[in-house]
């Protein structure tokens, strides 16, 4: 089996066009993609998509876009003849809300949303990309190595098992209320939750605190889109933990991405930082 987050009805022999962005999120997937023999092509974000990635394909076999250009991102999934879509890798959040120059498809879509944040854009999109025969495929498919697993991932979480379930109810919470993804907790008292500021500041917000037995914890929303919003774990998030003095972190199994997950397991077991899933 390719991947456990592929549809059943997949096919191999149609060409996948990774829409990527920022970070080493969509040069992970392309290296996998490319592993399972699948035809890969490349749909760039100017000033995000790294230049490696990008040299790294044939020029007739990849095209660098705008993010306001969703025309001609549809005409170039057209031109690739691809089955499927995947998006991996962030795009700067202000990119989608200052100075945004969208094309006639992107205005469109923006003119008819009633709330504009980056799931209702995003979802939009992806329901312009399966109006063009076009599958939007699970962001974790082909990378199922690198998702957070059930259990002690490295060490044994520092804080006792009632505490854990009050960081685990209270992300849930956060995260049910479209707040943010995760939250920081200390023996059942709430250091920080994660809002628009993203997780590192988050991090850093609570390391202000008394640090000793915190715990990181990231969720997923009831109702996540996976095919455009998967929450990631990887070295940043480490290293702003280690500056932060957070030493463990509980993420949702299958759900959460440890982004180079070899480096990340090795690099916080030289932190002292305890990883669970849970």
Do not use: W
């Not at 023996?187 to 915190?214: I, P």
């Amino acid at each position: 089996m390719l991947s456990a987050f592929l549809p059943a009805d997949f096919d191999a022999r149609r060409p996948v066009a990774l829409i990527a962005g920022r970070g080493s999120y969509p040069v992970i997937t392309a290296a996998a993609i490319r592993r399972a023999g699948v035809p890969l092509r490349l749909i760039a974000m100017d000033d995000e998509t790294s230049a490696e990635l990008i040299a790294s394909f044939p020029e007739n076999e990849r095209v660098t876009i705008n993010v306001g250009q969703v025309g001609k991102m549809l005409d170039s999934l057209k031109k690739f003849g691809a089955g499927y879509a995947l998006m991996a890798g962030q795009v700067k959040p202000k990119k989608l809300f200052h100075g945004l120059t969208p094309d006639l498809k992107a205005a469109a879509i923006l003119f008819r949303l009633k709330r504009r944040n980056a799931e209702t854009i995003f979802g939009a999109i992806a329901e312009e990309i399966e109006k063009i025969g076009v599958t939007l495929l699970d962001a974790r498919a082909f990378i199922d190595d690198h998702m957070a697993s059930a259990g002690a991932m490295n060490g044994k979480l520092p804080t006792d098992d009632e505490y854990l379930q009050h960081g685990i109810t209270i992300a849930r919470e956060i995260a049910r209320l479209d707040i943010g993804q995760g939250c920081v907790v200390r023996k059942g008292t709430v250091l920080a939750v994660e809002a628009f500021e993203g997780t590192d500041d988050m991090l850093r917000r609570a390391g202000t605190f008394k640090t000793d037995e915190t715990l990181f914890v990231k969720t997923v929303k009831v109702k996540q889109d996976f095919r455009f919003d998967v929450p990631v774990f990887g070295l940043r998030t480490l290293e702003t933990m280690k500056e932060s003095g957070i030493a463990a972190a509980a993420l949702e199994a299958g759900k959460v991405i440890v982004l180079e997950k070899p480096a990340v397991l090795k690099q916080a077991r030289a932190y002292g930082i305890a990883l669970h899933g849970f």
